[in-house]
């Protein structure tokens, strides 16, 4: 009976371990198969890896031939591949065509990103401030040591700002800078513009004018006194009454009309030169006051009473009651004056309207005549010095050909704008546009309060 159940046990034992054996070699073979699969599958798919790689690493190519079992897979790489080629070829293309346009604009090009590091300059900037070979990817006021144009690029955060700053050193220069922040965030560009040699050309020609008027102003004067002096010595002679003498006399003050006639105007020239040789080179001081409006234009017709008489000219005051302008009194004296002027020489026996009105904070003149008008082909040059329309009709009427230019240099120096209208045979209309209260109060040195003194107790001059 011992003998039996041992032998049962046995036999148990044996099942169990033959279905050991069987679950072990099942084991055994499952991962046989997965790691052949894997190895495998491994195989299959490491040339796809290997061209995902290289499009990651942009050395990629198209055309390869498909690997087994991915062949869809294959095929949408190939079609990646072409277009990613063609979207590079095209980013590589105008990468490099801003690079050459960056690279050959004569104006100077810095950007500086978030930290005012700079993260590019083009070959003229180099060269304009010097710049040292490592200058990208150091610090700005490393670089370029001026606190004016690190403020600049500062106030760019806000939007662009422009400026003109001096830079001193080896290679001192003036530049015109214009800052502006970009897309990206922090990152501002300022283009550079050198113009150290207009300002020098341009404070040539001031000071030339300058000495100019300065040295013909004491022949002029001479001109005119020996005139003044000949008539009273032939004012003289005629009272004695002999024919040689009337003779003598009539001749003569045909004489001196010229000599007076060509010295005003010499003398009007060299005043015209000088005021507008001041306004340029800000010499010109403003000050500030309350001017009615109405009342300045009805006293600058009483100055051209006479005048317009003689040319039969009317005019006519359009102006509110109670409009105001907070400007330069004697500044805008000399506008009205230039224009009214202007009006009475090119408008005989017509209509002359100064008019004025508010459009909202604005404070608008009009000089309208009913001259010959002016060519549209004239329009664009009128304000330039020295222009002249019609030379000999100019020249009858005693023009200096500065009149406008005046009027435009003084508008614009005091914060407003003018333009012109006008057509052939129907007139013309010159517009101001002042903001009410546009000039910033600026101090003036005791010399300038005394010639400004010395100022304000003259009338406006008007040309004769």
Known sequence: MVAGGAIGVALVAHHYLSLSLAVGAVVVLAAAT???AEGTAERRLSPLVDRIVAITSRTFSGGEPPVAGTERVSVAIDQMVARLKDDFADLT????????IVDNLQEGILIVDADDQIVRVNPALRDTLLLPVDAVGRPLLEVVRHAELKELLARAHEGSHAAEVEITGLKPRRLRVRAQPLATAGVRLAVLIDVTDIRRLETMRRDFVANVSHELRTPVTAIRSA????RMVFDNIATE???NSLVAQRDTVRFVEILERNAERLH??????LELSRIEGKEFQFD???IEVRSLLQHMVLLFRDRAEKRGVTFYVDAPEGLRLVSDRRAIEQIVTNLIDNAVKYCPDGLVELRATSAGP?????IRDQGPGIEPKHLPRIFERFYRIDKGRSRDVGGTGLGLAIVKNLVD????TVSVESRVTEGTTFKCVFRFDAIKPEPSSSSDVNRRAADSVRAPKVPV
């Open 268 to 273: 009007l020239l060299i005043e015209d030169l």
């Open 288 to 290: 500030r006051e309350r």
């Open 93 to 100: 293309r105008q990468r490099d065509l801003v690079s050459d």
């Open 241 to 243: 009454g002999s024919a």
């Open 413 to 416: 120096a005091l914060g407003g």
């Open 34 to 36: 997965a790691t052949f």
């Open 227 to 230: 005139a003044e002096t000949l």
């Open 362 to 366: 604005d404070v608008v003149l009009e």
